[in-house]
């Protein structure tokens, strides 16, 4: 880390203003006073005495915040949407219309959600880079390192029933650093607006800006009276948080300091040339056909069948807001002209590197390698894509078949031989969460899913083909696919759920037909897992090569990319200019709402909120500048998925409101950060409060949250 | 007038700030100078000495301005196309790539375009109504007034070949305004941008705002050596104007004030509910399928005839124009409540008129009247408008047959059944018109427009039904176009142009066969032309009484609704936010130009002009406040169709910019009024220079205009 550190002071001015998803402990040195922070850095982030971070939620991969000393939580609606689908599917639509409990005993178990607070950040960089000694091989290097990390973690693990722990590579494993959680998963719904509040505008203004979705949700986290966290009980009592944050008491204004803290998920900066292109021609053409066809077969679906439309809404949500994210990436390359800017810095590099005799020696032929690593992974790129449509597009029961099947082979295998990253604690999380998916289960819509992803395997080139799924060729798949469906034991989650611990002899005695179906698979998706591996191994090098040219040529964003690990991002509120003599201002009004209402969705507002814009009943959620009640804002943070249902935060540390977006001028942001035109767009606390007041009627959320 | 301009007095601080199409004579009314004019109004128009108003031109309905002392106008590019379209015909294409003459004898002269300078505006109220004695009925009236007019027309047409006359009802009748012109028939092309600049962003972005259409044209006006107008001849040389525009010498800016002195076309402020629901219901849904048809007709003949794309341009353009429009003013009225705002107000009203009893006497039954009215025209609606069909969009042979027939039998008919507003001038000058009609005819174009006339008579519902067309029931209607223009006589131009001086007997005599089928729809069509006469009288007389209680309520308006006659109106340079949270500035920049740079169309800029931006060079049209050359500016001005090509000036009077559209969020505004968000769109003068001379190369232009 010492190397890293230095590189910190030295090159943290290179970057844009308001760049960086900054690692917890990167905050020292980001000369947060001088940006507008008026509280200490130890005041967010210490080891000792509760502070913010304390007050900061992963929620099932996005965030949330506690905003009272009794669990309460608040996040997005799109955050808790899954929770209430799959509360709803039993027949009470709890989307539609919202949800509000009117004390904690009319709370409602949201199934599947979890929470984990962070119990400690630390270093351990030296441990794991300890266990791969001499090893020259990338593969075998990599999988020693896997294995060094699960051994810690399950061992951190067996400390409490709650205690979830994730070792995370930093930097392309420059760096590896421990996050040790308590985890929570009695979680409840205290008040989900309506979806005409929520989704407002839902994938029509998805990713747009201006924007007027009320896209907040309040859950309350519970724990065992004795305070571990755990499944629903009756018994569970409200979590006590070490910290809670308070509602912002000053107006927001343009210009003013902000800060974020979140788990950003993914981002690909300071990618190559090859990297690039592999998406645009090979990754997103195929995501973009693939989305399409599963939000067609979903759509089609409840077409005929209405009262599945709860069921799949989950997973046509996620497809619908990846398919348009995507489709803005591609713009988003073209219109930066991306690649071609890739390439121009590669040339430099190149140059640079030739120039210089003991770069010349290392790196002569970094860029060449990148791109046969991209090669090679692309020669059987339809094959494999094609067997990974299984693991997640081809139906909740194919999805469960196939993961049951890679468990108990895997378990059985030499321990030299096994995936070094599979420990028994995963499998009985995997295992108790099944019950989850099946709440989305709907036979109609799973048969399709399977057909379609059997249709696409048998139109594959013929050098792509997948062997085991040409004995299809030969069927009416129509009565292949009733066949399976008719046989399979596979539609009891409990009977599911136990699978997962059979010996791989009971599992074939089980004789399920979609067992069968995965066992044709098997060995074809074994060596897709091989190749991937490789890949994975042979690139992450190559990467770190890479930045370590790039940082000897002009130096680099110091902080590493989005990984799920908590992150904090800062900058003022701000509008920008998407196009010629077109300027965003930064703030949405409550008039705002009221002019898009068409009362159609996705623009149907709930007419008693109209009433209440209509008749200014605005509580002491106006703003007298505004002349309205704020709806959301802009402001230069860095997100990206993940963040969602992140506190925005002023420079006391109180909450202004709740990251849900970002815009779509900007979402090349995840490869590449452009000060102009990026913003993270926010609900602003001041209409969550407004809502939650005077059209839910909430009251006495805002006591619990110590408003009035 | 005496009341008129009394009211105009009292009410004219009731308008909206820079609301207003006036008349050239109330233009001392109107405190100019405190609104930011610099010169006098005696400058802008007096009858004595040259003043700007000398500048200004009619040019075939919209508009355009002298710029040199040797006739050279400025207008729009899209004002100047259907000439251009026309001289293009022949064989070469001067629309895609523009066309520049580099001296005076290269002129492209540009058939069918004409101009009409302004001679003599005088107040002839008393001499019309005089006529109209004690007649009380409404269509009586109404034909004497009509008569009185073409009388007085002819007597001051015949004073020489080139002077025009027309006497224009303002107010509904309550005034007659005479307009004495001098037109000129001889018009050339100078310089003509290639369409990537001058339609720059074509359909897509017509109506819209932020625009980057560099939207003009440069033309010459010609005169024969004895001074006359006239068509074009080779001895003809370059009018000398008495007053030409100087290009303005300082920076325009956000706030500063400006004017415009145009002949906007048509509005239609201050009408009832009865003709806003008659225009929702009846007429514009009408009017969109004719539009779309008629595209849809010329669009598939060009698919399958590529080299008539050039011929049907013009008519094609017309239609999208107006299509768009027309879909703006829906979702205008739909956005801003119009109708229930105008019910509401005729609730008032209608309250007001009971509660005095000399108002209750004459107006009790006002609006009821009214809404008889639009019930009596909307009664045989599909029929009527399936008839006016054949004046437009059935054809151009159809078109000039019916034309024709109705001329011929309408001379015949003794004086006191004939169309009083149908004068040997007028015939003669449509008869020697009709040539250039032909140069867009295309023959498979025009079979299939009449075609589908037939088709739409056909499907008539039987209470609408064209007695004359139910011949065609029973025939192959393919068979029976081949042979109408298989047998007709009138794809000849210089034959069509004699027929309108036949007798009937001679017409009949042709035995030609598109004349035989108008023959079957003529009473049909007298009888539309009957109530639409009625209608027409009767609603003009309910419309001055609307007025009356209007103005007696709350003041009204006091400009007269537009009808093709010079108007002013000024306002400041100034932007607009269309909806929440977006603000569009005031100009557009030449990097606006290559930002929507897509290399196609119809966003295609040119290479070079791309490339001057680009290694900005730009002459002296560089702005340093914007860092680049403005393109485009928004301004409050009240304009419409027919305005396009107007002057843009300063408070000095010096040439800012070319007005060229309206924007889309306010194109509710020939309806009503919006300050907030009404603007009207020019193209900047510095870009028109920019490109005249740094594109073009055309520096001899510049000199010309007395730059540099």
Same mark, same amino acid.
């Given at each position: 880390?010492?190397?890293?550190?230095?590189?910190?002071?030295?090159?943290?001015?290179?970057?844009?203003?308001?760049?960086?998803?900054?690692?917890?402990?990167?905050?020292?040195?980001?000369?947060?006073?001088?940006?507008?922070?008026?509280?200490?850095?130890?005041?967010?982030?210490?080891?000792?005495?509760?502070?913010?971070?304390?007050?900061?939620?992963?929620?099932?991969?996005?965030?949330?915040?506690?905003?009272?000393?009794?669990?309460?939580?608040?996040?997005?609606?799109?955050?808790?949407?899954?929770?209430?689908?799959?509360?709803?599917?039993?027949?009470?639509?709890?989307?539609?219309?919202?949800?509000?409990?009117?004390?904690?005993?009319?709370?409602?178990?949201?199934?599947?959600?979890?929470?984990?607070?962070?119990?400690?950040?630390?270093?351990?960089?030296?441990?794991?880079?300890?266990?791969?000694?001499?090893?020259?091989?990338?593969?075998?290097?990599?999988?020693?390192?896997?294995?060094?990390?699960?051994?810690?973690?399950?061992?951190?693990?067996?400390?409490?029933?709650?205690?979830?722990?994730?070792?995370?590579? &930093?930097?392309?494993?420059?760096?590896?650093?421990?996050?040790?959680?308590?985890?929570?998963?009695?979680?409840?719904?205290?008040? &989900?607006?309506?979806?005409?509040?929520?989704?407002?505008?839902?994938?029509?203004?998805?990713?747009?800006?201006?924007?007027?979705?009320?896209?907040?949700?309040?859950?309350?986290?519970?724990? %065992?009276?004795?305070?571990?966290?755990?499944?629903?009980?009756?018994?569970?009592?409200?979590?006590?948080?070490?910290?809670?944050?308070?509602?912002?008491?000053?107006?927001?204004?343009?210009?003013?300091?902000?800060?974020?803290?979140?788990?950003?998920?993914?981002?690909?900066?300071?990618?190559?040339?090859?990297?690039?292109?592999?998406?645009?021609?090979?990754?997103?053409?195929?995501?973009?056909?693939?989305?399409?066809?599963?939000?067609?077969?979903?759509?089609?679906?409840?077409?005929?069948?209405?009262?599945?439309?709860?069921?799949?809404?989950?997973?046509?949500?996620?497809?619908?807001?990846?398919?348009?994210?995507?489709?803005?990436?591609?713009?988003?390359?073209?219109?930066?002209?991306?690649?071609?800017?890739?390439?121009?810095?590669?040339?430099?590099?190149?140059?640079?590197?030739?120039?210089?005799?003991?770069?010349?020696?290392?790196?002569?032929?970094?860029? %060449?390698?990148?791109?046969?690593?991209?090669?090679?992974?692309?020669?059987?790129?339809?094959?494999?894509? %094609?067997?990974? @449509?299984?693991?997640?597009?081809?139906?909740?029961?194919?999805?469960?078949?196939?993961?049951?099947?890679?468990?108990?082979?895997?378990?059985?295998?030499?321990?030299?031989?096994?995936?070094?990253?599979?420990?028994?604690?995963?499998?009985?999380? %995997?295992?108790?969460?099944?019950?989850?998916?099946?709440?989305?289960?709907?036979?109609?819509?799973?048969?399709?899913?399977?057909?379609?992803?059997?249709?696409?395997?048998?139109?594959?080139?013929?050098?792509?083909?997948?062997?085991?799924?040409?004995?299809?060729?030969?069927?009416?798949?129509?009565?292949?696919?009733?066949?399976?469906?008719?046989?399979?034991?596979?539609?009891?989650?409990?009977?599911?759920?136990?699978?997962?611990?059979?010996?791989?002899?009971?599992?074939?005695?089980?004789?399920?037909?979609?067992?069968?179906?995965?066992?044709?698979?098997?060995?074809?998706?074994?060596?897709?897992?091989?190749?991937?591996?490789?890949?994975?191994?042979?690139?992450?090098? @190559?990467?770190?090569?890479?930045?370590?040219?790039?940082?000897?040529?002009?130096?680099?964003?110091?902080?590493?990319?989005?990984?799920?690990?908590?992150?904090?991002?800062?900058?003022?509120?701000?509008?920008?200019?998407?196009?010629?003599?077109?300027?965003?201002?930064?703030?949405?009004?409550?008039?705002?709402?009221?002019?898009?209402?068409?009362?159609?969705?996705?623009?149907? &507002?709930?007419?008693?909120?109209?009433?209440?814009?209509?008749?200014?009943?605005?509580?002491?959620?106006?703003?007298?500048? &505004?002349?309205?009640?704020?709806?959301?804002?802009?402001?230069?943070?860095?997100?990206?998925?993940?963040?969602?249902?992140?506190?925005?935060?002023?420079?006391?540390?109180?909450?202004?409101?709740?990251?849900?977006?970002?815009?779509?001028?900007?979402?090349?942001?995840?490869?590449?950060?452009?000060?102009?035109?990026?913003?993270?767009?926010?609900?602003?606390?001041?209409?969550?409060?407004?809502?939650?007041?005077?059209?839910?009627?909430?009251?006495?959320?805002?006591?619990?949250?110590?408003?009035?």
């Amino acid at each position: 880390m010492k190397k890293i550190l230095f590189a910190l002071f030295m090159l943290i001015q290179m970057n844009h203003a308001n760049e960086g998803m900054w690692l917890i402990e990167q905050l020292p040195a980001l000369n947060l006073p001088q940006a507008g922070l008026e509280i200490s850095v130890e005041d967010i982030y210490n080891r000792d005495t509760p502070c913010l971070l304390d007050a900061i939620v992963n929620l099932g991969g996005a965030t949330a915040e506690f905003v009272s000393s009794e669990g309460l939580l608040l996040t997005n609606h799109h955050v808790a949407y899954g929770g209430v689908q799959r509360a709803s599917v039993q027949g009470v639509d709890y989307l539609t219309g919202g949800f509000l409990a009117l004390s904690k005993t009319e709370e409602l178990p949201a199934p599947g959600s979890y929470a984990r607070v962070i119990l400690e950040i630390r270093d351990v960089t030296a441990e794991i880079l300890e266990s791969v000694g001499n090893v020259k091989d990338l593969v075998e290097r990599n999988r020693l390192i896997k294995y060094t990390i699960k051994i810690l973690e399950d061992t951190i693990e067996a400390e409490d029933v709650d205690i979830e722990v994730k070792i995370a590579s &930093m930097y392309n494993g420059e760096q590896y650093i421990l996050y040790k959680y308590k985890r929570f998963d009695d979680l409840r719904v205290v008040y &989900m607006p309506p979806l005409s509040i929520g989704n407002y505008g839902a994938d029509q203004d998805n990713w747009m800006w201006p924007r007027h979705t009320g896209d907040f949700a309040f859950l309350r986290v519970y724990m %065992t009276p004795t305070g571990k966290g755990g499944e629903y009980s009756p018994d569970n009592i409200p979590y006590k948080p070490e910290k809670w944050l308070k509602i912002a008491s000053t107006e927001l204004r343009d210009g003013d300091f902000t800060f974020i803290i979140g788990y950003p998920g993914r981002t690909n900066r300071n990618r190559t040339s090859a990297a690039i292109k592999y998406h645009l021609n090979e990754i997103y053409p195929r995501n973009i056909v693939r989305y399409e066809n599963t939000i067609r077969i979903l759509d089609e679906t409840t077409t005929r069948y209405p009262e599945a439309t709860i069921k799949v809404s989950g997973m046509r949500k996620g497809r619908a807001n990846y398919h348009k994210k995507t489709l803005g990436i591609i713009s988003g390359m073209e219109a930066a002209d991306f690649l071609a800017g890739q390439i121009a810095l590669e040339r430099e590099l190149q140059e640079f590197i030739l120039s210089k005799r003991k770069l010349r020696k290392k790196y002569a032929h970094l860029f %060449t390698d990148i791109q046969e690593q991209f090669e090679y992974i692309s020669q059987t790129l339809d094959h494999d894509k %094609t067997l990974a @449509l299984f693991d997640y597009d081809a139906g909740i029961i194919p999805a469960a078949a196939k993961k049951i099947l890679y468990t108990v082979l895997e378990r059985e295998k030499p321990e030299a031989d096994r995936d070094p990253g599979f420990s028994e604690t995963e499998i009985e999380r %995997t295992s108790s969460r099944i019950k989850y998916r099946y709440l989305s289960f709907f036979e109609p819509a799973d048969k399709e899913l399977l057909k379609h992803a059997l249709m696409v395997a048998l139109s594959l080139d013929s050098t792509q083909r997948i062997a085991g799924l040409e004995f299809i060729r030969n069927q009416n798949s129509d009565q292949y696919i009733e066949e399976l469906y008719g046989r399979t034991k596979m539609k009891d989650p409990d009977f599911v759920s136990n699978m997962f611990f059979l010996s791989s002899e009971e599992l074939e005695a089980l004789n399920d037909p979609i067992i069968q179906l995965f066992q044709k698979l098997y060995q074809e998706d074994e060596n897709r897992r091989e190749r991937e591996e490789r890949f994975k191994a042979e690139l992450g090098e @190559l990467r770190r090569k890479y930045m370590t040219v790039l940082s000897a040529y002009k130096g680099f964003n110091v902080y590493p990319n989005a990984n799920g690990t908590v992150r904090l991002t800062y900058g003022p509120v701000a509008g920008y200019s998407p196009r010629d003599a077109v300027y965003y201002k930064p703030f949405t009004k409550l008039s705002g709402v009221i002019a898009k209402d068409t009362g159609k969705p996705p623009f149907d &507002m709930p007419v008693e909120l109209r009433k209440l814009g209509e008749k200014k009943i605005y509580g002491q959620w106006f703003n007298p500048e &505004m002349n309205d009640v704020p709806v959301a804002f802009t402001h230069q943070c860095d997100i990206t998925n993940g963040n969602s249902g992140s506190p925005v935060l002023n420079a006391k540390g109180e909450l202004l409101g709740i990251a849900f977006d970002g815009n779509y001028e900007a979402l090349l942001s995840d490869w590449q950060y452009n000060p102009d035109i990026q913003r993270a767009i926010s609900v602003d606390i001041r209409y969550v409060m407004f809502v939650t007041e005077q059209y839910a009627g909430a009251e006495y959320l805002l006591e619990e949250m110590g408003i009035k």
